[in-house]
């Protein structure tokens, strides 16, 4: 017999983590399933162990910093407190019961297994079946996207998953793309002195980003010793003696211990019954309307969507979808200012449009550069001060519609750009403020002096 429920929310990474657990609290009779562990991909085997590596990775980096400005220093790299740190405090050992128990805490039913959709607000899993009076959620998240590269199937490549819970370090490791996931593993990688190669089909890592971003950590990762292959791709993959050969177009061969492939994300839709809902499975993503509604009585939120497969974009979703449900008043989701940073060293943080997005909207653009090593705080800093600010105006409404700040902390100079172009706060109160001296984000000040007027 099917058990009656208010919500169900199959997948409860960030985005149905959050829906669920807000819902339950609210009164509502949910039942959450999870195939894996409740938390998804974020907290077990990617943001958070990730940003551990970054961070242990940056005080070598600041440690080796030292000669020339403050003394003398010897770092002798160890993985084992990393790999530890990420079993004991990030993951527990890959064991979610805390996290169990606070959803049942708030009053939900979790249930351990793949979900399938069986029709309008049904769902089976775990053995039971479970009919949903106010609707359901698709909340799956991504997988690891490989491309077609002859013999790359065949190989025990790694994915991030596999670098974050490796507990010994490789003497080589070839990185198969230059997206976030593959300059954070790279770098951190690098700086516990493993031999990097970065493998890039396009012309810089970060390609999304402005080409700036892109350009200055292509030659910093060059110069702090990773291998950056850019605008190559690889045609065939094998293992063989323990080694991973990547032949790449130009028919060149590079060789290493480990292949982390990481060129890209994909929805998790398949295998779903999302046809039983009126959905298509093999969609890029799930289109969703403003406040997350996919279908009559079908939400979905977080990497599924295609609005940005970012943490902070799963739970803004879920916020959203949340009021919805709850039949609340509120705005729908806003995409304008979608904020992200890719935590390599320096940080590259940016929001809204790059110039050359811009420009395809047909908009007036006006940009404007600075540097941080020319800045006074740049300046001071002097090791490690790498960065820019770019922004990125419609110069007929006067208001900035992107930006990015780079460098030390990027990501938190981010924040006041962030609040800039989701509030359209006019370029000329710009101008007018106070900029704290000596802080990195003054670099804004000099960016704005470059933007020009008419
Ligand atoms: C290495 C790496 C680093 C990252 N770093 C950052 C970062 O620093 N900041 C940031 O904002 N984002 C980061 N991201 C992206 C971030 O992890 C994702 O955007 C986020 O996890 C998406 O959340 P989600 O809820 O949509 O899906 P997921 O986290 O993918 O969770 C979906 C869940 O659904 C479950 N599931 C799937 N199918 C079923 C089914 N049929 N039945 C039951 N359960 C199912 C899965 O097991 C999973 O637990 C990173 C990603 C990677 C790979
Ligand atoms: N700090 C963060 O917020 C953070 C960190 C990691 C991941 N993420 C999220 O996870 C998503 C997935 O990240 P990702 O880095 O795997 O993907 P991505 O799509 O962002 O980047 C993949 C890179 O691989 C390259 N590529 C694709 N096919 C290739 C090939 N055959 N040969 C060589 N290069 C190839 C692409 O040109 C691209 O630069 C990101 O879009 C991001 O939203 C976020």
């Known amino acids: 017999m099917a058990r009656e429920c208010d919500v169900v929310v199959v997948g409860m990474g960030p985005g149905g983590e959050e829906v ?43 440690g080796r910093r030292v000669p020339g400005m403050a003394g003398k220093s010897t770092v002798e790299p160890d993985w084992s407190p990393v790999a530890a740190r990420i079993r004991d405090e990030a993951t ?29 607000g049904r769902v089976e899993a775990g053995g039971e079946t479970f009919t949903a009076r106010r609707g359901v959620v698709v909340a799956t998240g991504s997988s690891p996207s490989a491309p077609p590269v ?11 998953r596999d670098a974050v819970s490796a507990t010994e370090l490789p003497a080589s490791l070839l990185v198969l793309g230059g997206g976030p996931v593959g300059v954070e593993l790279a770098q951190g990688y690098a700086r516990f002195g493993t031999r990097v190669t970065i493998v890039e089909a396009s012309g810089r890592v970060l390609s999304v980003e402005e080409p700036e971003s892109g350009e200055m950590l292509t030659r910093l990762l060059t110069e702090e010793g990773l291998e950056v292959r850019t605008n190559a791709r690889a045609r065939a993959a094998r293992h063989e003696n323990g080694e991973f050969v990547l032949t790449l177009e130009s028919g060149e061969r590079l060789r290493a211990e480990k292949l982390l492939v990481a060129t890209g994300r994909r929805p998790r839709l398949g295998s779903l019954g999302l046809e039983t809902l009126g959905l298509d499975p093999k969609a890029r993503a799930l289109e969703v309307d403003a406040h ?76 404007g550069l600075s540097r941080t ?44 750009l962030a609040v800039a172009v989701r509030a359209a706060v006019p370029v000329a109160t710009l101008r007018d403020m106070i900029y704290a001296y000596p802080t990195f984000h003054r670099g804004v000040l000099d960016a704005l002096a470059d933007l020009g007027r008419d």
């Open 150 to 160: 002859d013999g790359l199937d065949q190989v025990p490549y790694w994915t991030n």
């Open 373 to 416: 090593p020319s800045s006074t705080r740049g300046w001071i800093h002097k090791a490690g001060n790498e960065g820019l600010i770019k922004l990125v105006e419609d110069a007929d409404r006067g208001v900035l519609v992107g930006a990015t700040a780079a460098g030390p902390m990027g990501g938190e100079v981010l924040y006041g």
């Open 92 to 120: 527990t050992d890959w064991d979610d019961a805390g996290a169990v128990e606070r959803f049942t805490g708030k009053g939900g039913h979790f249930v351990r297994g793949r979900g399938t959709f069986t029709g309008p």
């Open 292 to 367: 997350m509604r996919a279908a009559p009585g079908v939400w979905a939120v977080g990497d599924v969507t295609g609005k940005g497969a970012f943490t902070h974009v799963a739970m803004y979703q879920a916020d959203v979808a949340v009021r919805a449900i709850l039949g609340e008043e509120g705005p729908g989701a806003d995409y304008r200012a979608v904020p992200h940073v890719t935590f390599t060293e320096p940080e590259i943080g940016s929001v809204g449009l790059t110039e050359a997005a811009a420009r395809e909207q047909g908009l007036r653009v006006r940009t």
């Open 20 to 62: 669920a657990g807000r819902l339950a609290e609210a009164g509502l009779d949910v039942v959450g399933v999870e195939a894996e562990l409740l938390g998804g991909e974020c907290p077990y085997w990617a943001c958070v162990p990730s940003k551990m590596i970054v961070r242990a990775g940056n005080l070598l980096a600041e």
